[in-house]
């Protein structure tokens, strides 16, 4: 009895069709890991590329419901690379954080006081060389004048 168990046992092994049925599950699984393994790495990657937003020093402000609230906002730029290898380069808007906004302040502030200082006119005393040229050639021509007013000869 149990030899003829182990003629049937040895019978199902040997068959060809379980070999190949067992043969395309196994590289079917190896083939959705491998999918799955090389899926995720672009998705890190992008997932690691969010955190390298840098400033780009521009400012706004805007009102987006137009009632008189204005929002400080500041500009980041990215480069990214796309699956071609092409780098593209993102912009986007943010509410400032209150660093920047101490900035502008104190770049308003600089900005009004300047405009607001005194333009004080200097008037120099010195002469200017063509002024003393003028003064020079009529005085020359005075001396050649006769000072009775008539000519010699």
Do not use: C
Not at 101 to 122: D, E, F, G, P, S
């Amino acid at each position: 009895m149990l030899w003829d168990t182990f003629n049937n046992l040895r019978g199902t092994i040997t068959n060809q069709w379980l070999w190949f049925a067992a043969l395309v599950l196994v590289v079917l699984f190896w083939v959705i890991a491998a999918y799955k393994y090389y899926k995720s790495k672009p998705h890190e990657a992008i997932q690691d590329q969010q955190d390298d937003w840098t400033p780009t020093g521009r400012i706004d402000l805007s009102d987006p419901q137009s009632i008189g609230n204005f929002i400080l906002q500041a500009e980041e730029t990215r480069t990214i690379d796309s699956m071609g290898g092409v780098e593209h380069r993102e912009i986007r808007w943010r509410k400032a954080t209150l660093d920047e906004a101490k900035t502008v302040v104190v770049a308003y502030h600089a900005q009004r006081n300047l405009a607001m200082t005194a333009n004080y006119i200097v008037k120099s005393s010195i002469r200017q060389k063509s002024d003393l040229d003028n003064e020079h050639q009529k005085s020359q021509l005075g001396k050649d004048e006769a000072p009775d007013g008539k000519s010699q000869g």
